[in-house]
């Protein structure tokens, strides 16, 4: 528990105090934020904000994680090796829009394959780990055997939550904030999933991520002064898919981080629609760019947002605290010799066990032995 406690403080400490810095680094290389014509108007003012913000996140949490962790569960070392390919996958993304000057940055059919190397990856680790290729659907509490679809699943997650996670990133803090209540709810799950140093070590990397995230968000809260970016974003999205997969959560995810669904449905319906019908249903999407056209305040959006996702984490949690208590999962089965022992024994007293009894086993001394 101290070792938990120890690792987020120093992760958010670690964001505070190096943050300045590497602000100004970014402000002196001119590794500004890029801003579409075609997004909301109120936004071109936030042209030229330090961007790559993600790389001092990411530091801030390996830090204090590399030096408590036992290193000795790979469930842990999964997740871990997931946030950090996935980061230096948005790095790779941030450079080439930044310092390449291209303004798309990796070509979308890029990121894809690279999400499947990584969600191999993730999958071997885990199948290693658990050695299962089950889906537990923790809502009704029944498992469903995947068997050779198992890493596809894997990589939905993957792929889900990192594009989830980065389309979320359009308001200042909105992402961190919600990554911070996403990730604050998985401390929790892996201290429910048992005692053991394992579990303590998934722990150890959900605080220090959630640590890292609240560091930064000293920063990114609006008015922001640095941008996480995509390496912010997809290294967040990893770890997130990485601990839903380890704690088969998977399906639980859908609640916990709620709003990243949103965010992606949102951008989905659009896109289809308007392939279909060459109608729009939000003004803009993502959907917090469609609450901004409604004339909503940035900071109201933010606050809500995170308020929806609090809701959506809480309600996670609980199913996932009441699966393990359901008696097929966590409650053993009562020993015969408490319950049906001393039933029989009483039995056995009632019984007549004189030879001469004309009532036999069943007289119940009611008198017809006498």
Not at 52 to 65: E, S
Not at 102 to 116: C, W
Not at 259 to 282: G, H, P, T, Y
Not at 290 to 317: D, P, V
Request: net charge positive; glycine share 10%.
């Amino acid at each position: 528990m101290a070792r938990v406690l120890i690792g987020g403080t120093a992760a958010l400490l670690i964001c505070i105090f190096l943050s300045p810095k590497f602000i100004e680094f970014l402000r002196r290389r001119e590794f500004g934020q890029h801003v579409r014509d075609d997004g909301p108007q109120g936004h071109l003012i936030k042209a030229g904000t330090p961007t790559m913000g993600g790389i001092i996140m990411v530091i801030a949490t390996a830090v204090p994680f590399a030096i408590l962790s036992d290193w000795n569960d790979t469930r842990t070392v999964g997740v871990f090796g997931a946030m950090l390919a996935c980061a230096l996958l948005g790095f790779v993304d941030d450079y080439m829009k930044i310092v390449k000057r291209r303004s798309l940055g990796l070509r979308a059919r890029t990121k894809l394959v690279a999400l499947a190397a990584i969600s191999v990856g993730l999958w071997l680790l885990a199948h290693h780990a658990l050695d299962a290729s089950d889906l537990r659907l923790r809502y009704v509490d029944y498992t469903v055997d995947l068997g050779p679809f198992y890493p596809l699943l894997v990589y939905f997650v993957v792929a889900g939550t990192t594009s989830g996670v980065n389309l979320t990133d359009g308001l200042d803090g909105l992402a961190a904030g919600c990554a911070a209540i996403v990730l604050m709810a998985y401390v929790g799950i892996t201290f429910l999933s048992g005692a053991g140093s394992q579990d303590l070590e998934l722990a150890l990397l959900a605080a220090c991520l959630v640590g890292g995230c609240v560091g930064f968000l000293w920063f990114n809260a609006f008015p922001a002064t640095i941008f996480m970016g995509d390496t912010g974003s997809l290294g967040l999205g990893g770890a997130i898919a990485g601990l839903a997969v380890m704690t088969q959560t998977e399906t639980l995810l859908l609640l916990i981080g709620g709003i990243f669904v949103i965010e992606a449905l949102s951008v989905l319906i659009q896109i289809v629609a308007f392939q279909l019908f060459r109608k729009r249903v939000f003004l803009m999407a993502p959907i917090h760019h469609h609450f901004e056209l409604k004339a909503w305040s940035e900071t109201k959006i933010i606050l809500r947002f995170w308020i929806i996702t609090a809701i959506g984490a809480a309600i996670g949690f609980t199913i996932y605290a009441h699966s393990l208590r359901s008696p097929t999962e966590s409650s053993p089965a009562r020993p015969a010799s408490t319950s049906a022992q001393p039933a029989r024994a009483r039995v056995a007293d009632l019984a007549c066990s004189r030879s001469s009894c004309a009532g036999g086993s069943s007289c119940r001394h009611t008198g017809s032995c006498r």
